[in-house]
């Protein structure tokens, strides 16, 4: 599982001029951007090899295999797959242009979002894809996003921008792509409902491939995609489309078909239509009771139909914040609580007393009935929304008594930033200017998902007592007082263990003078355990030179 960001191209009409020109605009946005990016490079150093997180993006400068390469940025420390993308038109796709014609899937004459109707929910189109790489919704995600928004708008024929992206992002990138470049720009197609649809609609006769189609590349919202297939697409075919959808759940419990009525009744507003479709897709597919208007009406009841929006503030604490970057653990947060069932909400609102008669219209003698599930079921939900409230004074008082304890502490005034720096450059290189909107956005971004690491002296003084136990089991690897021996352990281990640190810290590491110091580096290096949480302390203390110290337990002089 991850978080991808996608950009599919189809080179055919893209000059080898156009393509350098638009490689030339990305690295400046990489560049520019306000948290220096990394790539990762191999140095050989006498017989060793080390790997470290360079600032220099481009690779093979000057030569036909000259490329940018990203995984990540030096302020926040978070990494994942790499991207890159070479300034030459014929290395970037030769292999592709060369076997084209035995690609299956590709068709020279139509739209690089066209998809083979037996492929329709494919989310690759007529082309190859550049990207497709997993950027786990890290900081580095806000800097590709930027360059493929560029490509599109460079080629907007020749390419599209898909992947875990959402309007908020894509808004705060254009206006940093524009203004960095000072160029105009134009929505990914994506994101744009109506153009999307247009050319869509375009490649199929059937319409219901189109909608297919439409569904599979929309990268909106559940209610803005239906409600844009309502407004450009066929009324008829997509609610034909739509009950082929709501039919394949046997239950209107289950989570899928509660958010397809959820859609329909945010879009629409037609409870009755939604009735009427409920009852001819009980009809036609033989549905059991749990197709009935029963059923219904307690679905949309305990799921908050009847309750204004401002009553139901509660679940808002469950949603993920829209002005904040999703990342892989944000995204299985929420698919967890998904599968441990937490409440879900139909996104529109109508008085209990309207829906009482909507029902009743279709089946008047079942108003006692319909009464008593209105009244049940929103009881229920009440009494869960007063657990959630209970839950949000729950946590408020323990962050409340979080922050007492590190006042009586003494640590009322210290910032919480107020750590030991990692070696990183400093975000941003606006030379004086006001910073943006979109750079806040960035730049809180980056923030918010660099780690803070607490009570950092103490846990490596406690890491250095267990590294003392390692350097006796193997005394034999400890005894020499040669500083080349331990760097060249170093570099050895780093390299078997398998991480890298950024090019500072390798530089400080090279010109460290104490050998007890490069003993505990070492001994740090050598350690077997990929576990997370060790993982990232030990990069931590590695790239943070006044922790040093602190592993071999040295008093400050």
């Not at 978070?78 to 590709?106: I, M, N, P, S, W």
């Not at 050319?199 to 059937?206: H, M, N």
């Not at 009494?383 to 640590?411: K, N, S, T």
């Not at 607490?454 to 193997?474: A, F």
Request: aromatic fraction near 10%; proline fraction near 4%; include cysteine.
């Amino acid at each position: 599982m991850g978080l991808f960001v996608h950009l599919y191209i189809d080179p055919e009409d893209i000059s080898s001029e156009q393509w350098e020109g638009t490689y030339q605009e990305s690295l400046a946005l990489l560049r520019a951007f306000p948290a220096p990016l990394i790539r990762i490079a191999s140095e050989e150093i006498g017989s060793s090899k080390r790997f470290a997180y360079v600032a220099d993006l481009v690779r093979d400068p000057g030569t036909q295999d000259e490329c940018w390469w990203v995984v990540g940025d030096s302020v926040s420390g978070k990494r994942a797959e790499d991207f890159r993308l070479f300034r030459h038109r014929e290395r970037q796709f030769d292999a592709f242009l060369e076997r084209r014609d035995l690609v299956k899937r590709y068709d020279a004459t139509k739209d690089v979002l066209w998809a083979p109707v037996d492929s329709l929910d494919y989310i690759d189109g007529n082309g190859i894809d550049l990207f497709g790489a997993k950027t786990q919704g890290y900081p580095y995600h806000l800097a590709i996003l930027a360059v493929a928004i560029l490509f599109e708008t460079r080629f907007p024929e020749q390419c599209y921008l898909f992947g875990d992206i959402e309007s908020t992002q894509i808004g705060h990138m254009c206006r940093w792509v524009h203004e960095t470049l000072d160029t105009p720009l134009i929505t990914p197609v994506c994101l744009d409902a109506q153009r999307l649809y247009r050319r869509i609609s375009a490649l199929y006769e059937d319409p219901r491939h189109a909608i297919a189609r439409f569904q599979t590349l929309f990268v909106g919202s559940d209610t803005e995609e239906f409600e844009s297939l309502l407004r450009y697409a066929e009324r008829r075919a997509v609610l034909n489309v739509f009950m082929e959808e709501l039919g394949r759940y046997s239950s209107l419990n289950q989570y899928g078909a509660i958010r397809l009525i959820s859609k329909f009744l945010s879009a629409t507003r037609d409870l009755g239509e939604l009735i009427e479709i409920v009852l001819r897709i009980a009809e036609q597919d033989k549905k059991t009771e749990d197709w009935n208007l029963e059923a219904l009406l307690g679905v949309l009841c305990r799921h908050y139909l009847t309750f204004p929006c401002e009553e139901r503030k509660p679940l808002d604490v469950l949603d993920h914040p829209q002005d904040k970057l999703a990342t892989i653990d944000d995204a299985l947060s929420q698919a967890f609580m998904i599968v441990a069932g937490r409440p879900t909400e139909i996104d529109a609102h109508q008085k209990a007393p309207e829906v009482l008669e909507t029902f009743c219209a279709t089946e008047p003698e079942k108003r006692a009935v319909f009464q008593e599930i209105i009244s049940t079921a929103e009881q229920a939900a009440r009494e869960q929304l007063e657990e959630m409230e209970a839950l949000i004074r729950e946590r408020e008082q323990q962050q409340e008594d979080g922050q007492e304890d590190g006042q009586e502490d003494g640590q009322k005034d210290i910032p919480p930033r107020e750590t030991t720096a990692r070696i990183s450059r400093p975000i941003g290189a606006s030379g004086g200017r006001d910073i943006s909107e979109a750079q806040i956005y960035i730049l809180a971004q980056v923030e918010r998902q660099t780690d803070q690491f607490v009570e950092e002296e103490e846990s490596t003084r406690n890491i250095g007592k267990q590294l003392r136990w390692l350097m006796v089991e193997i005394s034999t690897a400890f005894k020499s007082q040669d500083r080349e021996h331990y760097l060249r352990g170093i570099y050895d281990a780093a390299t078997k263990s398998g991480f890298a640190l950024q090019e500072a810290a390798w530089k400080v590491i090279d010109g460290e003078e104490n050998i007890e110091i490069l003993k505990g580096l070492f001994a740090l290096s050598l350690i077997d355990n990929r576990e997370m949480q060790f993982w990232h302390w030990r990069i931590h203390i590695m790239e943070s030179p006044p922790l040093w110290r602190h592993l071999i337990d040295v008093s400050e002089k």
